[in-house]
């Protein structure tokens, strides 16, 4: 079992940024890949970013690419989400999620592990 903590959360301005973390604990030291997602109110959960287990991979979501920066510290078992310019469609719940394997993926039913999620408001 992989436990995961997500802060870093909160009311920022438009153009602001925040940086998100996501604390993993319990069964670390197999491999994962991590991702973010996020779920505004009436809507389904959309992927965000996700980065592969040693960090060499990355891929965006074409709505935060150029925008948004993912990656990881494994030494410290936390993943980050750097936001800049933010907007206030980015306004959603924020989740961290851990996928055993190398490689993640933009489909939310292949991870194994998610955390509770931290909410962002960005106001115009």
């Known amino acids: 079992q992989v436990q995961l903590v997500e802060s870093g959360g909160g009311l920022v301005q438009a153009g602001g940024s925040l940086r998100l973390s996501c604390a993993a604990s319990g069964r670390t030291s197999s491999s994962y890949a991590m991702g973010w997602f996020r779920q505004a109110p009436g809507k389904e959960r959309e992927f965000v970013a996700v980065?592969?287990?040693?960090?060499?991979?990355?891929d965006y979501a074409d709505s935060v690419k150029g925008r948004f920066t993912i990656s990881r510290d494994n030494g410290k078992n936390t993943v980050y989400l750097q936001m800049n310019s933010l907007k206030p469609e980015d306004t959603a719940v924020y989740y961290c999620?851990?996928?055993?394997?190398?490689?993640?993926?933009?489909?939310?039913?292949?991870?194994?592990?998610w955390g509770q999620g931290t909410q962002v408001t960005v106001s115009s």
């Open positions: 999620a851990a996928r055993q394997g190398w490689y993640g993926s933009r489909r939310s039913r292949e991870f194994d592990y």
């Open positions: 980065i592969s287990w040693g960090g060499a991979s990355t």
